[in-house]
């Protein structure tokens, strides 16, 4: 009953890397106009956070070992809600920069400890459930900012209520902390004593590298669509920035349905199979967007969505499997880190690259990435096959 209890409440913890997670993207087109600040510069903010995210998961592991998953989890949750409601208080381009580094850092050390722990601990379906609550969180986040928006309220209003949120969901994980103790002690008493290697003694390992560039491959897809979807709508399609914010959600809410969809899917398909069919459907979703009818925008939004739905989960779940359980905390660390490297970098990337050639190069760039990441997994699944005879 109390391992049931403590997923519910890492369930709800998920919610909270959600939430913030597609804010920016939604609330982007009414922000840089209210800033004074290009077009592109969303790309620096998205770069801020996840260069936090970067450090916080790289040094997560010692974090979670020292203070404990609970500890490290509603300290991290705390951050970003104080970091969102700052984001709301401000209308400075130099502050949201300053603010941006707390959220990051928050972000990190939550997903690395809770990823880690589902992975060992739970069935497949409950790691695709766990992402599935991130969907929640993401999907819920445009669809606030996109009603203040349509009232004709400042961005800031959806920064302020999300923040809220995520104060309510601290004072949650205050209240399941003797929840938390126990399965703590348990983690720690049952885990490896000796200290953690170094990244360079793990990178040797066969398939770490393959493993790292595909989480920054896949996060180069989710993110950079995320985050420019909103402005191709408006500035390519003719959309108002109230219903890209509301089409974006629609993205978000095909990964939460994908996800609950996911988890009943793993009793028949392995998670190397659930990978391969959601890189399938990412193909399909990009086919539909590029279509020139306005009406085949929200199928794509979703079917991009949809496809995005199983591959982070399937490709966490499968890392004590593929590496072993002893040094997984450390090498889900590396894989976050590297997923997040790719989201600082290539958002901002294709920001600059729209801003000279335009942002319907959107679905092109989307699909070069995706099928460099089709041959990489490829590979990585058949070298740790070989590794395990199989």
Known sequence: MKKRLLLIVIYLAFISLGLPDSLLGAAWPSMYRS???????????????????????????????????????????LLTALALLGFSFTTSFFFLGLLAIPLGL???CVDVALNNYVAIHYQARHMNWLHCFWGVGAAIGPIIMGRYLAMGESWTAGYKTVGLIQLGLVLLLLLSFPLWTRQNRDTVENGPSEPEPSFRKLLPIPGIKSALAVFFLYCTIEATFGLWGASYLVRVRGFTAAEAATLVSLYYVGITIGRIFSGFITLRLNNQRLVYLGQGIIGLGIVVLSLP??????????????????????????????????????????????????????????????????????????????????????????????????
């Open 293 to 390: 009818f306005s009406i085949t925008q929200m199928p794509g939004f979703l079917l991009i969505g949809l496809g995005c739905a199983p591959i982070f989960p399937s490709l966490i779940h499968e890392t004590p499997r593929n590496f072993g359980e002893k040094h997984s905390q450390t090498i889900i660390g590396m894989q976050m880190a590297s997923a997040y490297i790719g989201i600082t970098i290539m958002p901002l990337l294709f920001g600059k690259m729209a801003s000279l050639i335009g942002y319907s190069s959107l679905s092109w760039f989307i699909a070069v990435v995706l099928l460099l990441k089709i041959y990489i997994t490829s590979n990585l699944f058949k070298r740790v096959s070989l590794d395990k005879g199989v």
């Open 106 to 108: 928050g972000a990190g």
């Open 35 to 77: 800033l004074g600040t290009p077009i592109h510069f969303a790309g620096i903010i998205s770069m801020i956070v996840a260069a936090g995210t970067v450090i916080s998961s790289l040094y997560s592991a010692k974090l979670i070992k020292r203070f404990g998953v609970s500890a490290v989890t509603t300290a991290s949750v």
